[in-house]
T-cell receptor, first 112, second 111 residues
């Protein structure tokens, strides 16, 4: 049973560029959440997608946007990259609140 | 704003010792989840507790949810080097769909 799949695993971008990260949820899961984890910190919630719509958003600027497709997979887009956007970006899928989330291994984004 | 405070932030112990990690908040959560994360990997769910006062055991790990559903603890008995990792608590619930994470406890178990 495949878990959550994220691509790419590593990415290096230049300031001002745009990036797209991809996530395939665990089979049977219909909800996808994105988190940003800086070094030495816990993950911070970016947003959650359910039924192809953004259901909730964390405290992140509009440069961060996303999408969920009919097959429940999701993309995270970040425009006008800043050095401070360098982090591990985690995708988590779930089926029902309170039953826990399955996380992918993340995409390590480095902005130079 | 919901916040989760984890303590201690760092813990280095010898194999065989016991330890407890604490997770505290002023907010009530409908569930509290514990994850373990290894370098370069995503967090892996260890347990979910949903009922105030609930205690769950997973081999040498014991998890407790406070009666008021605002705090939780993780106790490890006879720690082993394989327990080394970042332990994260996360709360869910209320009007939020998101997980609110603590900053984590970095545990190192020395052989």
């Amino acid at each position: 049973d495949a878990g959550v799949t994220q691509s790419p695993t590593h990415l290096i971008k230049t300031r001002g560029q745009q990036v797209t990260l991809r996530c395939s949820p665990k089979s049977g899961h219909d909800t996808v959440s994105w988190y940003q984890q800086a070094l030495g910190q816990g993950p911070q919630f970016i947003f959650q997608y359910y039924e192809e719509e953004e259901r909730q958003r964390g405290n992140f600027p509009d440069r961060f946007s996303g999408h969920q497709f009919p097959n429940y997979s999701s993309e995270l887009n970040v425009n006008a990259l800043l050095l401070g956007d360098s982090a591990l970006y985690l995708c988590a899928s779930s089926f029902r609140e309170g039953y826990g989330y399955t996380f992918g291994s993340g995409t390590r984004l480095t902005v130079v | 704003t919901q916040l989760l405070e984890q303590s201690p932030q760092f813990l280095s112990i010898q194999e065989g010792e016991n330890l407890t990690v604490y997770c505290n908040s002023s907010s009530v959560f409908s569930s509290l989840q514990w994850y373990r994360q290894e370098p370069g990997e995503g967090p892996v769910l260890l347990v979910t507790v949903v009922t105030g006062g609930e205690v769950k055991k997973l081999k040498r790990l014991t998890f407790q949810f406070g009666d008021a559903r605002k705090d939780s603890s993780l106790h490890i008995t006879a720690a082993q080097p394989g327990d080394t990792g970042l332990y994260l608590c996360a709360g869910e619930g209320g009007s939020n769909y998101k997980l609110t994470f603590g900053k984590g406890t970095l545990l190192t178990v020395n052989p």
